[in-house]
């Protein structure tokens, strides 16, 4: 770009030696001010978009392939709503559709049988002997427990094993394991409010006590048995 008044250089387009500013162009030609504002605004109207006339004054052809053009551009905006759905950015009306609830299963409360049970503040488990009273002669009978079973509605029950006394016993004696061998077995299950705690036994202690009377062995190779005082 060269400043000046007058010079020796011509504009290509009018000819003219004087302008107020020239402009250079293409290497060594040279366009007067007034012409380069004038070549500025033609550009700008030919980067002007053309105006699109009317879809009534179209060919059917290029209707027909509008129409198209359309149904194509909606498509993909729907596809592309879907992957959005689909993935980690879903829309407000997604968030707030409410959800379906799943089914609780149908699963129902049922007896079970186990080896142990705590009842009372006291822990019990099979092999334990325990007591008993009776309701119309108020004495005390002795047993040891089999089983234990929890219900649906979260009760405890016992099955107990009767332990005959061998030898009559003394008033106030107390329990003692060698005095007593095993009974008659009962198949129900008892509430364990009905019973006592006397002591821990081995499930198989008076069943090895049966056999070394039968066989004759001596009762030094018997389990202990534990009794509470």
Not at 124 to 149: H, N, P, R
């Amino acid at each position: 770009m060269v400043y000046g008044l007058t010079s020796k250089v011509k504009c290509k387009e009018c000819q003219t030696n004087s302008t107020l500013m020239w402009h250079k162009e293409n290497g060594n030609e040279f366009v007067c001010h007034t012409c380069f504002v004038k070549g500025q605004e033609e550009e700008k109207e030919d980067k002007q978009p053309q105006q699109q006339l009317p879809v009534c004054l179209l060919s059917p052809l290029k209707t027909r392939n509008a129409y198209k053009n359309k149904v194509s551009i909606a498509k993909r905006k729907t596809s592309v709503n879907k992957s959005t759905r689909n993935g980690k950015d879903k829309s407000r009306h997604s968030l707030f559709k409410a959800k379906k609830v799943p089914k609780a299963t149908s699963a129902r409360a049922e007896d079970t049988v186990c080896d142990t049970a705590f009842h009372n503040g006291q822990y019990f488990q099979v092999g334990d002997i325990v007591s008993l009273i009776d309701v119309t002669d108020k004495e005390t009978y002795y047993a040891q427990c089999v089983g234990f079973m929890v219900d649906q509605f979260a009760q405890k029950s016992v099955s107990y094993q009767w332990l005959v006394p061998k030898e009559p016993l003394l008033p106030d004696e107390g329990f003692v394991a060698s005095k007593f061998m095993l009974g008659p077995a009962d198949n129900f299950f008892h509430h364990m409010d009905c019973i006592q705690f006397v002591c821990n036994a081995p499930t198989n202690y008076y069943k090895v006590l049966t056999d070394d009377q039968v066989v004759g062995h001596t009762t030094s190779k018997r389990n202990t048995i534990s009794v509470m005082l």
